[in-house]
């Protein structure tokens, strides 16, 4: 059981817009900013969103996040079958001092 | 350009013990924190372990405190996870990745070691 919440799967077609929720509380979210990784298939991951709505350079901007008191969310427009990936949220957390990751969420394009 | 290069990983009976390295190149290595994030076959992420920049100070996971020691060589650019009392549920691909500036997510990751735990 993570402390970050996430939808185990999300699913789009082609063009489409998707979010991502992920789910915590005071001494997590609400206390720092969140990031985003991106998993392909096979390979390690890749920093997606940084700071809450930050995006590395290379990332493109159909990427977006935000957050609100204790929940963030990944939006992704315009979805193309390279997005289909698995998503995780990840935040510093006070309590239990230390990082933690949401439990992956597995986009499918259909 | 930045890269990060795990090994060391392998199969080992569990209460043993097995020592990752990690060898950073193309940047300041001294100036970043670093960290370790395991991710057990078919699951998800989990952080494992940080060090700040010059190894002053460490933060584990409860799952690993006492077990798992995090350590660096700034001369050698070298990160190192020394993990001892290995049980099955330790089996993992161990990535270290590279805090950037500011709490700014973690930036580079390595490709990963297979730890295996099992007899």
């Known amino acids: 059981q993570s402390v970050l919440t996430q939808p185990p799967s999300a699913s789009g077609t082609p063009g489409q817009r998707v979010t991502i929720s992920c789910s915590g509380s005071s001494s997590n979210i609400g206390s720092h900013g969140v990031n985003w990784y991106q998993q392909l298939p096979g390979t390690a991951p890749k920093l997606l969103v940084y700071r809450n709505n930050q995006r590395p350079s290379g990332v493109p901007d159909r990427f977006s996040g935000s957050k609100s008191d204790t929940s963030a969310s990944l939006a992704i427009s315009g979805l193309q079958s390279e997005d289909e990936a698995d998503y995780y949220c990840a935040v510093w957390d006070d309590s239990l001092n230390g990082c933690v990751f949401g439990g992956g969420t597995k986009l499918t394009v259909l | 350009e930045v890269q990060l290069v795990e090994s060391g990983g392998g199969l080992v009976q569990p209460g043993g013990s097995l020592r990752l390295s990690c060898a950073a190149s193309g940047f300041a290595f001294s100036s970043y924190w670093m960290h370790w994030v395991r991710q057990a076959p078919g699951k998800g992420l989990v952080w494992v372990s940080r060090?700040?920049?010059?190894?002053?100070?460490?933060r584990y996971a409860d799952s690993v405190r006492g077990r798992f020691t995090v350590s660096r060589d700034n001369a050698k650019s070298t990160l190192y996870l020394q993990m001892n009392s290995l049980r099955a549920g330790d089996t993992a691909v161990y990535y270290c990745?590279?805090?950037?500036?500011?709490?700014?997510?973690?930036?580079?990751w390595g490709q990963g070691t297979l730890v295996t735990v099992s007899s």
């Open positions: 990745a590279r805090e950037g500036v500011g709490g700014g997510g973690f930036d580079y």
């Open positions: 060090i700040n920049n010059d190894g002053s100070t460490t």
